[in-house]
């Protein structure tokens, strides 16, 4: 080998040298660069190793971990008691026999009659529509018009003493009189005429009241006058005042 190649291998050796030794410098002057950015980046956040502790979220209204707001106790319904009943007892009554329609079919034709009771209707209509008080008498033992107000009196009767006429005592429940004396006379009164009415074809009906073995309310409701009438808006006090009611 001549001097000249020998000298190009020192000089390639030379600066395969260097070479290496900047390729070297550079990669760690790389490392450090790479280092110091995941020093920024994960320097601050905890490692896998630790998790942060996680701090429970502030209990939100209404969650079980607060006390419930307390609530008032639910208010009982009002009892459907005679007292209360009885200012309302006058706006209903019995649906009305008739009787001409009874006599003329043999089944129920209004629809509201069970056919039981209407064949009995259809077998006592002539001599009911001809005044015959013994017709009259069984009907209202066997219709009992009067049976739902059996809660309200000690004991209720009725007759027909006439075709005409129909009579009614009840006798007067203590606690009911205390209440509201006049209303609960009153109230009867007009119930006990409406029912008797719809029963049976008579022109008016005397309801008395007894407390003590003592009349304590006297009264005749003609069926003129309680013909056409609201019941729904009807002072029952007014109305057996003006049908010359006597309230002892």
Not at 234 to 243: G, V
Request: charged residues 30%.
């Amino acid at each position: 080998m001549d001097n000249t190649n020998e000298n190009n291998l020192e000089n390639s050796e030379e600066s395969g040298l260097k070479g290496v030794q900047n390729l070297s410098r550079n990669q760690m002057d790389l490392l450090k660069k790479l280092a110091a950015i995941g020093s920024d980046l994960w320097g601050g956040m905890p490692s896998a190793a630790c998790p942060k502790e996680e701090v429970p979220d502030k209990p939100a209204a209404g969650k079980p971990d607060q006390p419930a707001p307390e609530q008032s106790a639910p208010k009982k319904k009002k009892e459907n008691t005679p007292d209360s009943a009885i200012r309302s007892l006058w706006k209903t009554a019995d649906e009305t026999v008739d009787w001409t329609d009874a006599l003329a079919h043999s089944s129920p034709a209004d629809g509201l009659t069970g056919k039981r009771l209407w064949g009995f209707y259809h077998k006592m209509a002539e001599k009911v529509l001809a005044g015959d008080l013994a017709a009259y008498t069984e009907v209202l033992k066997t219709s009992n018009p009067l049976g739902e107000l059996t809660g309200f009196a000690n004991g209720i009767n009725m007759r027909a003493p006439r075709a005409d006429r129909l009579e009614s005592t009840f006798v007067c429940k203590d606690e009911l009189m205390k209440e509201d004396r006049k209303l609960y006379l009153a109230a009867m009164g007009l119930r006990i005429a409406r029912d008797l009415l719809a029963c049976l074809p008579a022109n008016e009906v005397k309801v008395t009241a007894e407390q003590n073995g003592k009349p304590v309310f006297s009264v005749v409701y003609p069926r003129q006058q309680l013909l056409h009438r609201n019941f729904a808006f009807i002072d029952p006090i007014k109305l057996a005042e003006d049908c010359g009611a006597k309230f002892e």
